[in-house]
């Protein structure tokens, strides 16, 4: 029977994307494995891989078109001996809403031919029942569990619908573990509800508790008669209003400063660039700093931790993100393991991920997890800011430009030092202030001494 092909999920936020470009026609033959489409995310585009095997009946939806919810329909695929005819001529919408009234004339009709000696329910006919097999047109999408899309075929998906079945508990029977018809069947329901139920459920508590501000139609008529020009939120810009929102309005944030002297570290920076110059390595303050970071989540364990809604999460490894302005928005490209990294190292993969995070070339992996997060605004100039933590971080560094200032020797003397003002943004439930602070003094006395990073 058809095959419906969906919108996937490329990365566990993703609710909706941009169908940017289809890579078949209908028509061609694929296998599992051939690259079907390309998919805008809120991040990136990514090729989308075919999982069956078939031919491209029909394109559902049209290359171009933006905000295609994760498992809508966007095309089908048919099985051998299939063709177009097959296929619904409004496969991929949602099924109609049936109308109260039409539920009453069935009930009503049902009654009366229970009513009636000798007459039962008319049945269907066995040809009806077969064409209703190969129906897509009310199927819900396929679920998905641990990010994987569980295959199911659209009458099962419409028979477990009916049924309050969850199709995460029932074993599939067919070609590569597919549920069908039969497997549905003879499923029992579960007495607890599904997890979109139970997400469902807890929807509106969630919407309650996070405000938006006034209304799009209040804004628009307190500048009416003024000139302005009305910007798209791409998904990006979509997104990052939705995670910062959510982060000041359920994140504890407290906040930690230090002055940290960068004198010491200029100079071996320069010291070191004159010895790796003949290998094209350049390294800047800020590979420094991931580095300092990196070996301070080392020294202070219980601070390389996140915020795992009812529990916190201990890393072993010290991942730590890096913000990357990019146009319209921004990427948090993560540098796995660098505790474990040489500076040089850590300079080349940075610069690897910043170039393609401009590009919206990063795959998930490379900018989702870690446990800490830097942003640099001193190359813009600026002295001091406070950063919002990216949940589920533990703690974000913000690092402003290194200033020369009057400072007081250890002797007493009134100097001259290049000073650097950071500020440790961080989340209450997972590091305390005692805690945060052991982390921030061990990420200065690295930075004020840093020939201690390459020992």
Known sequence: MPTEILMPALSPT????????????????????????????????????AVDEGVIGKILIEEGTEGVKVNTAIAVILEEGESADDIEADAGKPAPAKDEK??????AGQKEAEEKPGTDAPAKDSKEDKADEGKTTSAPPAPQQDGKRIFASPLARRIAADKGLDLREIKGSGPKGR??????????????????ARADAKAPAQAAAMPTGPATETVLKMYEGREFEEMKLDGMRRTIAARLTEAKQTIPHFYLRRDIRLDALLKLRSEMNAGLESRGVKLSVNDFIIKACANALQ????????????????????DVAVAVAIEGGLFTPVLQDAEKKSLSTLSAEMKDLATRARDRKLAPHEYQGGSFAISNLGMFGIDNFDAVINPPHGAILAVGAGVKKPVVGKDGELTTATV???TLSVDHRVIDGALGAELLQVITDQLENPLAMLA
């Open 102 to 107: 039409d539920d009453d004339k069935e009930e």
């Open 299 to 318: 020294a202070i364990p219980d601070a390389n931790a996140v915020w795992a809604g009812d529990r916190i999460l201990k890393l072993k490894p010290s």
């Open 420 to 422: 650097m003002s950071v």
């Open 14 to 49: 993703m609710e909706e994307g941009t169908l940017a470009k289809w890579l078949v026609k209908e028509g061609d033959t694929v296998s599992a494995g051939d690259l079907l489409a390309e998919i805008e995310t809120d991040k990136a585009t990514m090729e989308f891989e």
């Open 179 to 196: 549920i069908v018809k039969a497997d549905v069947e003879a499923a029992k329901p579960s007495d607890k509800p599904a997890p979109e």
